[in-house]
């Protein structure tokens, strides 16, 4: 399964990445999560693994990447690019602990260095061409607000956790989001993070999964340590597994 964590950029994304994938491992999955977003560097801190080189650096950097997605749309692009099971992604940009491992795409590193697409890019084609066996996952950790769906990333996922904050701008953000994923009929599910007393009662939405605010979060993170999953979590999989 290839579970897409989509929301507005500080909604929480990469902490319930980085909890469900915590909690697939002691469940005795096998989880890659693939870090998609090119400006959060924090998916690492949170699990406790350091930082590795990413893909784009282990093709030669982003003017490679460049490259080929130049020779995707002149029909020149090796078919067999990313045709990869776990066991083959190499080994140098995978930043491991047991069965859980953190891939990144690319990061933007200098000001006027131009856009992410190729970055983008990669991470379509990554998730197209990877393959899965049994008790695997990979967990995609997107890029804030929805130009993944426009580069086309999410067509190679089966579910998206749509990742919400108890604001309006997020809620409009989930009803797009929402729609998006239904055009491509893509498994969607709502979750409320940060969410205070009371709030479920004053939404325009209905959340599969509401997760509490908890000021630990905050102070665990200001002081280094890694997250933890917390009991949401084990509903939000009981849901999607379901």
């Keep these: 399964m290839k579970i897409l964590v989509s929301g507005k950029g500080g909604c929480g994304k990469s902490t319930i990445s980085a909890m469900l994938g915590k909690y697939l491992v002691e469940r005795g999955y096998r989880v890659l999560i693939i870090d998609a977003d090119e400006s959060n560097p924090g998916l690492y801190r949170m699990l406790g693994l350091p930082r590795v080189k990413t893909l784009a650096e282990h093709l030669g950097g982003k003017k490679r990447a460049k490259i080929l997605m130049a020779a995707e749309g002149e029909g020149e692009l090796d078919e067999e690019l990313f045709k990869w099971t776990l066991d083959e992604v190499p080994g140098e940009i ?46 995609v950790d997107t890029e804030a607000g929805i130009e993944h769906f426009g580069r086309g990333v999410d067509k190679y996922v089966d579910v998206v956790i749509d990742v919400a904050e ?13 729609s998006l994923s239904e055009s491509l009929r893509l498994r969607h599910f709502l979750v409320l993070n940060k969410a205070l007393p009371g709030i479920e009662e004053n939404l325009p939405v209905k959340p599969d999964v509401i997760i509490p605010f908890n000021q630990d979060f905050i102070l665990d993170s200001l002081n280094g340590k890694e997250v933890e999953p917390v009991e949401q979590i084990e509903r939000l999989w009981g849901i999607i597994a379901g």
């Design 166 to 178: 108890p604001s309006v701008e997020s809620i409009e953000l989930s009803k797009k989001i929402a």
């Design 94 to 139: 995978l930043a491991r602990k047991g069965n859980l491992a953190v891939l990144t795409i690319g990061k933007i590193e200098e000001a006027e260095e131009g856009c992410a697409c190729p970055y983008g890019f990669l991470a379509r084609k990554l998730l197209e061409g990877i393959r899965l066996g049994k008790n695997e996952i990979i967990i």
